[in-house]
């Protein structure tokens, strides 16, 4: 039977996920369809406020709890904003203006008075960048499946700043703008549904946009991953009708060098996971076009190196194949040959994720110039959404440095990690009785386990692993993230290209972890 899909539909419609922003003052704010004003929950009131109290506005809901909202109708819709107990980071203003963005959603022009925001410690340029993510991200919403388009786009932002920050501000704005469209980009990828969106459609939408943003392309079909010996990949797509894609990007910024820092980034593609043999229960199915979101956050950070100015040489290495329940999948017992020679016992086909990403982190340390540091990104184990709720994605490495410098661009995006210990006393628990390893462990520990499963792939180069499976959607909005994709780690993995530096080598291979595990 022959599915006819309409192939106009394009799985990437948000590109220009962007908006006008114009620098202003104060006046130029209240001046917008609708604008928003700030409030604590206690102390003095804004004196825009003049003639309401905190009594009054109680009684009409509104206390100042971080994240409220009251629309006030006028010549101009004011919102006022719950900010607790202020503003005291990006973060509280990026989710600020994201309450004021959803509060005034049938606004296409908004106005932010950023002169009270910006301090010592915020700084106007950080006050733009955040407000500027916090409006855009707000109100991107993924409707190209619908015969009508209800939400209403964001045309103008306007931002009140003083004389003296104006610069700054801009600049801001300019950062905000492109990680905001590259955003844009890893949702629209996480949201496709899978039949738009199969491995070859996802290599070729690789190759339309690392030509258009400066990047290098090179893409592996089927029989060139035979050649290579990735019997991960192979392995993982052999129950799928639908070829299986490695892609290969590679950027290099202006003047680089032999001693320019090099550094590998690797994404699992699985562009839908049926679980294979262990087919997923009914209920674990509907997200599972999104465990590709690895490889779209990779390919979507990389968009914008060039804009950003990333100073490193970076090659990503996107893993990308359907896990599909047929009479050729694997069979639990099979055991596959990798890339690099180790053969891995299957003993559970949904742990299929870390099979692709070995042979990615094996062909990533085989460069003839090898990196000073590789990250693995992927929506990998359900054990990590356990054991830190669905807002914090885990992280774990083998390297200090590696792990400070991801946790400094979380704290950036704002898109929350947190480490678990590489505890190699785990590692016995990933024998096995006729292979070099087996792919699952014991029933607890699983985050740990996988990343344990990886470590062995990775030759004892610095290396960090993010296990995005609990964030990679929301059901619901969350302010500045929409319901659906949440496009998590594309802005991360863009801000720690920007600021990467050759890590410090740990003879022992094991990194900070295992110590603190100890």
């Known amino acids: 039977m022959t599915v006819v899909i309409d192939s106009s539909f394009d799985p990437v419609p948000s590109l220009a996920l962007t908006a006008d922003v114009v620098l202003g003052t104060a006046a130029d704010v209240a001046e917008a369809p609708a604008y928003a ?18 009594e009054s506005l109680k009684a009409a809901g509104f206390t100042g709890a971080a994240g409220q909202t009251l629309r006030i109708p006028g010549a101009s819709l004011r919102v006022l904003v719950g900010v607790g107990k202020g503003i005291a980071s990006t973060a509280d203003l990026r989710d600020a203006v994201a309450a004021f963005t959803r509060a005034a959603g049938e606004v296409a022009t908004l106005g932010v008075d950023l002169a009270a925001v910006v301090t010592d410690e915020l700084s106007a340029h950080d006050a733009a960048l955040a407000a500027t993510e916090g409006a855009v991200l707000a109100r991107y919403r993924f409707e190209a499946l619908k015969s009508e388009a209800k939400t209403v786009a964001l045309e103008k932002l306007v931002l009140g700043v003083g004389d003296a920050d104006r610069d700054s501000a801009q600049q801001g704005v300019d950062r905000a703008l492109v990680l905001s469209r590259i955003a844009g980009l890893a949702r629209d990828l996480g949201n496709a549904p899978p039949r738009h969106l199969n491995a070859v459609r996802f290599a070729e939408l690789s190759e339309e946009l690392g030509s258009k943003h400066g990047l290098e392309v090179e893409v592996f079909d089927h029989d060139a991953l035979v050649e290579l010996g990735t019997g991960g990949l192979l392995g993982v797509n052999a129950g799928s009708t639908e070829e299986p894609r490695m892609v290969k990007l590679r950027y290099v910024p202006e003047g680089a060098t032999e001693e320019t820092p090099h550094l590998a980034l690797v994404g699992k593609g699985i562009m839908f996971d049926s679980g294979g043999i262990s087919l ?7 997200s599972m076009k999104m465990d590709m979101m690895g490889a779209g956050a990779v390919l979507a950070a990389m968009t914008s190196f060039r804009e950003l100015g990333v100073k490193s040489v970076v090659t990503g290495w996107l893993m990308c194949t359907d896990n599909m329940l047929s009479g050729t999948a694997t069979k639990i017992g099979d055991v596959l040959t990798m890339r690099g020679g180790k053969t891995v016992e299957v003993k559970n086909s949904d742990a299929e994720g870390r099979l692709v990403m070995a042979d990615g982190l094996v062909l990533a340390t085989e460069e003839e110039r090898r990196p000073d540091a590789i990250v693995d990104i992927a929506t990998l184990t359900g054990n990590a959404m356990a054991a830190l ?6 992280t774990l490495s083998n390297n200090e440095d590696v792990a400070e ?17 590489l505890d190699h006393r785990y590692r016995e628990q990933l024998k096995s009785n006729i292979a070099d390893l087996s792919n699952i462990g014991g029933p607890l520990g699983g985050a740990i386990l996988a990343a344990l499963f990886l470590n062995e792939f990775v030759d004892d180069l610095p290396w960090g692993h993010l296990d995005i499976a609990a964030t990679m959607e929301v059901e619901r909005d969350d302010l500045w993230r929409s319901q659906g994709s949440t496009g998590f780690g594309a802005r991360l993995l863009a801000e720690f290209a920007a600021a990467f530096e050759a890590p410090t080598v740990e003879e022992s291979g094991e990194g900070t972890s295992q110590s603190e595990a100890n």
């Open 280 to 286: 997923k229960p009914a209920n674990s199915m509907g």
């Open 37 to 54: 004003t700030f409030v604590t929950a206690e102390g003095d009131l804004p004196s825009a406020l003049d003639g309401l109290t905190r």
């Open 389 to 394: 709720g669905l807002g914090t994605a885990a």
């Open 405 to 421: 410098q991801l946790s400094a661009a979380a704290k950036l995006t704002d898109e929350r990690i947190w480490p678990l210990p």
